[in-house]
């Protein structure tokens, strides 16, 4: 792991990253700058980061969906995943949900997965460990050969309290959670441990424990650090703010 600063501009950004060979795998730190896919100015910001980092190229961008939908070596239309064998870099500015990363340091290949509350209803991790599986096409896995890595994302502590965080016991996908023991109940409100979720989804999946390991980021944010679109809409934040997650082959 390594913690780097990249001058774009006038701005110095910070990067969490780690090295898997030539795949380089991250996310940035601090709540000043917006990395949101769906603006052209931020989409040169991020292009200029992945320069930076030696990952320049065209890249895959996550259009989220909030459901199950997996891509393949495309961003042609919303999804919750992306995979790339092509060696394309692949983004997400995943607001307080998570960006969770997986590598396959057997055969290169990695991709990106947006889980939010909704995400872990649809059972994304599980579908997205699969369909992973099944485009690498190998019956044989190695110590580790799998790398997860879970981008910081907002507690169950710091949820924000609006109509957007409660978890209602009849309510698909969130019944998910009300199943689990997920839940943290905090002045009156349940609110999920979605990186719990997660951790949960891959331990509960076909790979085997030695096969696989997790890198949690320990990075918790307040609900100031990161908005969601329910935040956004409901205190009409004009400001939004979204962190950016990435995954990709060095450009060497």
Not at 232 to 246: C, G, P, Q, W
């Amino acid at each position: 792991m390594s913690t780097l600063t990249v001058k774009i501009d006038d701005k110095d950004l910070k990067f969490t990253t780690y090295s898997f060979g030539d795949i380089l795998a991250g996310f940035s730190l601090g709540k000043n700058v917006n990395y949101h896919p769906l603006s052209d100015i931020n989409l040169q910001l991020t292009s200029k980061v992945l320069n930076k980092l030696d990952l320049s190229g065209s890249f895959l961008k996550i259009k989220t969906e909030h459901k199950d939908k997996i891509l393949i070596n495309s961003d042609s239309e919303e999804a919750d995943a992306i995979i790339s064998t092509s060696g394309k870099p692949i983004i997400l500015s995943p607001a307080d949900c998570i960006g969770l990363i997986l590598i396959d340091t057997k055969s290169n290949s990695y991709g990106l997965c947006h889980v939010g509350r909704a995400g872990v209803g649809y059972n994304i991790v599980e579908k997205f460990i699969n369909k992973f599986l099944e485009i690498i096409d190998s019956t044989t896995y190695e110590n580790n050969q799998f790398q997860f890595i879970i981008s910081p994302n907002i507690d169950h502590e710091n949820y924000p309290h609006n109509d957007d965080a409660f978890i209602y016991t009849d309510s698909k996908p969130n019944w998910w959670f009300n199943n689990q023991e997920l839940l943290n109940k905090k002045d009156g409100t349940f609110f999920p441990n979605l990186e719990g979720a997660v951790i949960k989804q891959i331990k509960e999946s076909k790979l085997k424990d030695d096969s696989y390991e997790i890198i949690s980021s320990g990075l918790s944010t307040f609900k100031e650090d990161m908005h969601s679109n329910a935040r956004d809409t409901h205190e009409s934040i004009k400001e939004k703010r979204r962190n950016l997650v990435f995954v990709g082959h060095l450009d060497r």
